[in-house]
């Protein structure tokens, strides 16, 4: 049985100047299985040949889209039977919300180094159960899996983020300063021009056991995760209402207050106050009846329009390697 196998992408831009040293640790490490993929579609193929070698854990070393693609296809491909390893991310995209969220920060091959040592050593003490979100948008095919998506105002910010600043060649962390502070400016004084962001939305948003919300909303988020976007964390743990963790910033001055408020303190998405809708759910629906509205699902762009709906439903436990004690 090997210890670790290990998806990479060699086009993912983190990949570009590490992929040489992974090689290198994996050609000088014999427990570790490691599959190249370039493209989406082989992913089926190498998690075939991954589950030949039975692996300990699955380590995906890639951007988002990869860790999208490989959590989808594990999900629904069944190559590994009722019994798949637990799921590792290296801190290689270029948010590792999924990565950070499991514990895994500074540099990837330390990062790899320690995952090796805990499937060789101290797995069982690693492992945790998360649920994924399974998105359907209208479209024929089986759902997309993923840990995080924004809507409204925030799906804005990150394609601007992704579109207008990180071609800029910067830092990721002062590319995300870049973009919050370019959202932070519309949201507060409403200005609008080609190099800035749109924030708000019109969205109508069910829950399927506590009734809608329609209205304007700069912030729309749904999660699986423990660890928010803005730093504070979501409240751990199972829940008898829903495995879907929903917050909604209404587009006017209470909502915006609050969450500014709660993003200085901390404590955003843990508590409800004027303008922040909170819930836990296990299918959320989201229309937009007067335009489109984008949705980003670890990545990957979905659009809401007039008789189109995105449906969010939990899906059942995966494991996952928590390298945090």
Same mark, same amino acid.
């Given at each position: 049985?090997?210890? @670790? #196998?290990?998806?990479?992408?060699?086009?993912?831009?983190?990949?570009? /100047?590490?992929?040489?040293?992974?090689?290198d640790?994996?050609?000088?490490?014999?427990?570790?299985?490691?599959?190249?993929?370039?493209?989406?579609? *082989?992913?089926?193929?190498?998690?075939?040949?991954?589950?030949?070698?039975?692996?300990k854990v699955?380590?995906?070393?890639?951007?988002d889209?990869? @860790?999208? /693609?490989?959590?989808?296809?594990?999900?629904?491909?069944?190559?590994?039977?009722?019994?798949?390893?637990?799921? /590792? %991310?290296?801190?290689?995209?270029?948010?590792?919300?999924i #990565?950070?969220?499991?514990g895994?920060s500074?540099?990837? !091959?330390?990062?790899?180094?320690?995952?090796?040592?805990?499937?060789?050593? &101290?797995?069982? +003490?690693?492992?945790? %159960? =998360? *649920?994924?979100?399974?998105l359907?948008?209208?479209?024929?095919?089986?759902p997309?899996?993923?840990?995080?998506?924004?809507?409204?105002?925030l799906?804005?910010?990150i394609?601007?983020?992704?579109?207008?600043?990180?071609?800029?060649?910067?830092?990721?962390?002062?590319?995300?300063f870049?973009?919050?502070?370019a959202?932070?400016?519309?949201?507060?004084f409403?200005?609008?021009?080609?190099? $800035?962001?749109?924030?708000?939305?019109?969205?109508?948003i +069910?829950?399927? *056991?506590k009734?809608? $919300?329609?209205?304007?909303?700069?912030?729309?988020?749904?999660?699986?995760?423990?660890?928010?976007l803005?730093?504070?964390?979501?409240?751990?743990? +199972?829940?008898?209402t829903?495995q879907?963790?929903?917050?909604a @910033?209404?587009?006017?001055?209470?909502?915006l207050?609050?969450?500014? !408020?709660?993003t200085?303190?901390?404590?955003?998405?843990?508590?409800?106050? =004027?303008?922040?809708?909170?819930?836990?759910?296990?299918?959320?629906?989201?229309?937009?009846? =007067?335009?489109?509205?984008?949705?980003v699902l670890?990545?990957e762009?979905?659009?809401?329009?007039?008789?189109?709906?995105? !449906?969010?439903?939990?899906t &059942?436990?995966?494991?996952?390697l928590?390298?945090?004690?």
């Open positions: 049985m090997t210890l @670790v #196998a290990l998806i990479s992408n060699p086009r993912s831009t983190g990949n570009k /100047a590490l992929l040489p040293a992974v090689r640790y994996c050609a000088h490490n014999p427990d570790i299985f490691h599959y190249e993929v370039e493209e989406v579609h *082989q992913i089926a193929d190498a998690l075939r040949a991954i589950a030949l070698v039975k692996p699955l380590v995906i070393n890639g951007g889209g990869t @860790v999208q /693609a490989t959590l989808t296809e594990l999900y629904h491909g069944g190559h590994f039977g009722k019994n798949p390893p637990p799921v /590792a %991310v290296l801190p290689n995209g270029k948010t590792n919300l #990565a950070l969220d499991l895994a500074g540099k990837p !091959i330390p990062t790899l180094d320690r995952i090796v040592n805990i499937a060789r050593n &101290d797995l069982e +003490s690693h492992i945790v %159960v =998360r *649920q994924l979100i399974a359907t948008d209208g479209e024929d095919g089986r997309v899996l993923g840990m995080f998506m924004g809507g409204a105002g799906a804005e910010i394609l601007y983020c992704r579109q207008k600043i990180y071609p800029l060649g910067l830092p990721n962390s002062v590319s995300h870049i973009a919050a502070v959202g932070l400016l519309t949201m507060l409403g200005l609008t021009a080609k190099f $800035l962001p749109i924030t708000r939305s019109a969205l109508r +069910s829950y399927f *056991q009734g809608e $919300l329609n209205g304007s909303f700069i912030v729309v988020m749904v999660t699986t995760l423990e660890k928010l803005l730093g504070s964390r979501a409240e751990a743990g +199972s829940s008898p829903g879907l963790k929903f917050i @910033v209404e587009h006017n001055r209470a909502g207050t609050t969450m500014l !408020i709660d200085l303190m901390g404590r955003f998405g843990t508590r409800r106050g =004027r303008g922040v809708h909170l819930a836990r759910e296990d299918m959320i629906r989201i229309d937009s009846d =007067r335009s489109r509205s984008r949705v670890d990545g762009i979905f659009e809401a329009s007039a008789g189109k709906p995105i !449906i969010l439903r939990s &059942d436990p995966v494991p996952f928590r390298l945090a004690a």
